[in-house]
Every structure is written in structure tokens, then in C-alpha cells.
């Protein structure tokens, strides 16, 4: 049963940081790029960092969020510093193989995060 569990999310005050975590089961978890998507009320989602064979970074958050991986725990994080009422959405974990033969791609609940200014 492949399960992506999101925890810490929360209330935070502009300028603020925050460290959310992606415990990841039920695939071989060093074979998937791991990403953070977000989505706010009324908007698309959209793809905020990758963690795969490079290291990405949507413009929008670039110095001031950091993703990192762990494999041995099967676990994904994104540390957010510098917060903005902006960056308030419901944040993904997202895991995402491309082999010869067959894709995989598979999302967590979300975790809100919101900003207040």
C-alpha cells in the first residue's frame, strides 16, 4: 500500500518559518524524484521544489525554501524561511518514477500552511 503522509503544516506569522515533512511507504523510495506542489483557494497547483537527480526551485521561492531528501527514512522535507501571506496554501507531497517500461506518480493529503500578514 504506497501511503505519503504530509505533517507540519500550521499558522505562522509573516516572516516566519515553518519545516514540513513527507513520510513516504510502499515503493522503493530512492528510485522516485520527490517534489512539494502547492494550491491555494481559486488558484492551479503548482510545483514548488524537486528533489530528483538535480535540485529545482520555482522562481517565486528560490533563497528562501530548501528541499532535502532522506532516503534511508523514506522521507522528504522543505524547510520555508522568510514566509510571505502569499506562500498561504495546502501544500503536496508528490513521488514520480520514469522507467523504460512504466511511469509512477503518486500524492500525499496536503498540509495547510498559512501566512498571516
Known amino acids: 500500500q504506497v501511503q505519503l503522509v504530509e505533517s507540519g503544516g500550521g499558522l505562522v506569522q509573516s516572516g516566519g518559518s515553518l519545516r514540513l515533512s513527507c513520510v513516504a511507504s510502499?515503493?522503493?523510495?530512492?528510485?522516485?524524484?520527490m517534489s512539494w506542489y502547492r494550491q491555494a483557494p481559486g488558484s492551479e497547483r503548482e510545483l514548488v521544489a524537486v528533489?530528483?537527480?538535480?535540485?529545482n526551485y520555482a522562481d517565486s521561492v528560490k533563497g528562501r525554501f530548501t528541499i532535502s531528501r532522506d532516503n534511508a527514512k523514506n522521507e522528504v522535507y522543505l524547510q520555508m524561511n522568510s514566509l510571505k501571506p502569499e506562500d498561504t496554501a495546502v501544500y503536496y507531497c508528490?513521488?514520480?518514477?520514469?522507467?523504460?517500461?512504466?511511469?509512477?506518480?503518486?500524492w500525499g493529503q496536503g498540509t495547510q500552511v498559512t501566512v498571516s500578514s
Open positions: 508528490n513521488a514520480y518514477y520514469k522507467g523504460w517500461a512504466a511511469s509512477q506518480n503518486y
Open positions: 510502499g515503493f522503493t523510495f530512492s528510485n522516485f524524484a
Open positions: 528533489a530528483g537527480v538535480s535540485t
